[in-house]
Every structure is written in C-alpha cells, then in structure tokens.
C-alpha cells in the first residue's frame, strides 16, 4: 500500500440484529409448563382412602381375622403324550388340531398354435 494514501479510521458497522428476550421469554414458559406438566405426571391420580383403625373399629379387625389368605395355586400342564399312552386318570384330554391340508394348483396352459403346453 503507498504511504501518500491515508486510509482514515476504520468504522465498522454494528449489526442490527433482533431482540432475544421474547425468545427467552416463550423458552423460558416452555420449560416451566414442561416442568409442571412432569411434576403433574409424577404425582398420583387418586388420592389413597385413609385405612381405619382396627383397635377403633372392632368389626374390621374381626373381619380381618376371620378371611385367611388364599394358598391354593392353581397350576395348568400340558403334556404330550406319546404313541400308545393313555391320559391318566381324571384328566382333561385336549386333542391336537389337524393341520389344514396343503392344495397345489397346477395351472396348464396350451397354445393352439402349436398344441403344446
């Protein structure tokens, strides 16, 4: 650059650019609503009935004596049975469903050109 050639104070424009707090505003709503809308999720539903007293109540606590807890279990087994067993005695025999039979189509088509398939 020649030295005869001043080139003055450098200016630089500033950019105009938009205004960010509305968009930290709705960000900022954003996240609470989520927030609230989590808490909401984590909290329960119904609120549980309040379990009475069974020194208060002698009717409840004689109901609760007298109902046992229930033990039996109930347990279901299959067993496949070999060519020339029998079911054993009191059982409940289930037969196996037959497979639906296969059906091929052959589709045979002649010219009459030629006769040939």
Do not use: I
Not at 42 to 66: G, I, N, R
Not at 103 to 115: D, M
């Amino acid at each position: 650059m020649p030295a005869d050639r001043d080139p003055g104070p450098t200016t630089m424009r500033s950019r105009s650019r938009p205004d960010a707090n509305p968009a930290r505003l709705m960000l900022g709503l954003a996240g609470l609503a989520t927030a609230a809308a989590f808490t909401t999720a984590m909290l329960p539903s119904v609120t549980p009935a309040p379990v009475p007293d069974p020194a208060l109540d002698p009717v409840v606590a004689a109901v609760e004596q007298v109902q046992p807890d229930p033990s039996v279990k109930h347990v279901t087994q299959y067993v496949q049975l070999r060519a020339g067993q029998t079911a054993p005695p009191q059982s409940t025999v289930v037969v196996r469903p037959k497979p639906t039979p296969r059906v091929t189509v052959k589709v045979v088509t002649q010219t009459k050109q030629s006769g040939k398939p």
